[in-house]
Structures are given as C-alpha cells and as structure tokens.
C-alpha cells in the first residue's frame, strides 16, 4: 500500500477536475523527489534553483492557468492553490518562486501586448527565464500608490527612471511586469505598467537580499535608467494598472494562505511519526494528553485554513467578488502558521531543530507569508473596510 500522508485522506479536491488532480499527483511526486532532496542545500548555497524551476516547467507547472491558445493548460486557479500547498510542504520559498514565474507567463499570456508576449511567453513557459511582478520600491510598500519609479512620456514611449526593492525572483528574472507613475498628481490613477527586461539597455540589477532564510525565492532588487518601453511593450496604461494589480492580488492572497497549509502539513506528519516512535515516562510521546493537544489545536487550524483557501479559490474561479474571502484566508493562515509550526518543532523535542527536517525552514517562510502580497495588517484593513458591507 503507498504511504499514507496526513492530510491526505482529508484534503478536498473534488473541486478539481480529473486532469487538474493528475497534475497535483505529479507535483507531489516532484515536491518529494526533486523539492525535499535539495531545499536544505538550495538554502545553504543561498540561491535559487534555477533547474530545478527548469524541471518543474517540464511538467506543466508554469503553464496551469495559462490558456490553451497560448500553449498552456486552460486549468484552473483551484488547481495552482493545490501545486503551490503540495509543493510548500517542502520549501515554500521554491514554490513562491515558481509560482511568481507561472504568474508572469498567465499575465503576458492573458493580457499581456502581443508583441512581448510572442517574444517572451515560450521562454517563460519552458522555464528558460523568469518572470516577476514590480510593485514595491525601497520607499514604497504597503502604500503601493505611493511609488515613486516615474514614467516619463517620449515619442514611441516611455522612459522610466527608479528603484524596485523586495521583488521575488528579481535576482534572475528576465522579464518584469514594472509598475511606475505617469504622473504624481494623479495618484493610484497616474500608475501604469510596463513590461521591463533586464537583458535590455538602462536596467541595472542589485544583487539579491542576504536575508535569515528563503533565498530560493530570488528577493532582490533593481534600477532602472532611463530604460526605454515602446509602447506596443506598456501592459496597462495609467488608470488600468493599480485596479488590475489589485484584482489579482486576491489570488495570490489565496496560494499564500494554501502554502501555510503545505507547510503545516508536513510539520504535522514529522510531529506525530516523532510522536509514534518516541517514547517518555513508560509511554509514547502521543499517548500523553498535554502532547497531543497542542498538536489538535494545529490540526484544527490547518483545516480551518484550508476551508478559507477553498471558498475565496471557489470564488476566484467562479469572477465573484474575493477581496473579502481572500483577505481572510491569508490573515488567518498567516497568524497561525508560526505557532503552529513551532508547536509541531515543540512536539519533536531537541530532535525538531535538525536540519534534516523542513520545520525551521518552514518558520522563516511563515514569516514571509505576513509580508508578501500585503501584509497581515493589510489584510486586516481590508477586512475592516468591509465590515459594515459584510456584517451589520
Ligand atoms: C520575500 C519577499 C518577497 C516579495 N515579493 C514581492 C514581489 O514579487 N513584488 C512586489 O512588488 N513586492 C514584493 N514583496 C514586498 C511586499 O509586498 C512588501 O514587503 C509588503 O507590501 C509590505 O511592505 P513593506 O515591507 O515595505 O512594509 P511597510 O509598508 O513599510 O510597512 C511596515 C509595517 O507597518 C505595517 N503597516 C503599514 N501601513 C500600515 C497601516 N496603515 N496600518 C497598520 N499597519 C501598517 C505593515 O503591515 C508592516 O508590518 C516581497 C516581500 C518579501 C519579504
């Protein structure tokens, strides 16, 4: 009989199609072979895993929501929330990654100018180069209207000046959806976005951020000079861009939160095989109640959040209205995940600190997911904003 995995018996993909759970199935067999073997070392060598990323391209997972007529696979977002939890069981960093390049491809493909997209799509979709998204600068966060990278009107196009900071896969990626203002006046509604790429003249790439942990997710940063965008490469113009940024920001609000769950997944399975093998006082670690507790509360909360990825993904896919769905599943998945996991580490005893286990990896991650794609407090505003709408 194959391994039985927790959270395998119990996790609902009746939402998916037979072909989309086929593809899942392969993530997980490349989460186990290609994902477990090799974050520690991806993470001790403090880069990213560009063949890695190659290989999982091999499978299909740059191409998941990317439409057929564009050489993709037409599934659905239900079925990349599920590639990003599997693949986050053994090193969200790597998923993120990954994902942030599937992104690209299903942005240039979807909506992106036709020009760019005949150059670039196919490359992004074999995995030869990497795609990311540019919003956040050195100056600009949370705020993301307040940018200041400026966009500067000139015959045929435009000629952008500033700085991006904080950008996943920035230390490789050849292709960047830049976000820059058109004019400060206007605020959220002078910004506009461009399709920028750093093999071209005026971008300068920084090196990437030493940080405590998750360096495959390439973080780093870049400067553009006077980097001239034609105009048949300008993705939406000033007024388009910030509502377009927004209404995807729902999705990946949701995979953030479905990686938590991979990632507490997996810490749960190491925490209870501990548990079954370890014994203390004439007994199993599991037989003891106190023990055990802590490790309901985590299971409860993964379940919990995994109901909250399913709603706001059933409403992605169905074009509802997610902001609300989304926001929630994030914040809840991403207060929780750090004390889960570190009670799963808890429950492992001194053993848990190893590094042949994911969970300390893990902990670094659950703190990024607080940050990336608005942080918890962002959400928190989000959800407050609604209140009256939702709950009065
Ligand atoms: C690993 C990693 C990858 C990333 N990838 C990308 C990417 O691909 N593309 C991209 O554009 N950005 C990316 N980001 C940037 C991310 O989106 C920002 O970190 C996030 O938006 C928060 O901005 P900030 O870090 O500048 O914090 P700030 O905006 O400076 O905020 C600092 C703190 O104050 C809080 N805060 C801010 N305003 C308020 C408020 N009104 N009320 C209460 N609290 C508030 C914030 O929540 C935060 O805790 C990434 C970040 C990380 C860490």
Redesign the pocket.
Known sequence: MAEKKVGEMNRNRTMLSAAERNLVAAAEEFGRTEVASNANRWERERRQPLEAIRKAATLGLVRIQVPVQQGGLGFSFACKMHVAEVLSRHDM?FA?ALI?THNSAERLAKTGPASPRERLLPRLLSGEILG?????EPG?????AAIATQARRVDGGWVLNGE???????ANAEVIVT?AQTDPAKGWRGIASFIVEASKPGFERRPA?E?AG?HA?G?GGFVLKDYFVADADVQYGPGEAFKHALGGINGARTYVAAMACGMLEESLRLAIRHGEARRTFGQKLIEHQGWRWKLADAATDLEAARLLCDRAAALIDGEADAVLAAAQAKKFASEMIVPRLADCMQAMGAEGLKDIYPIGRHILCGR?A?????????Q??RIGALLTKEYS
């Open positions: 960093a993120f942030n990311c998204a540019g919003l956040t600009a966060g949370s705020d993301f991006k900071a904080w950008i996943t896969n920035a976000y951020f940080l998750a997710i973080a990024v607080n940050y990336v794609d608005g942080s918890t407090e962002i928190n505003d």
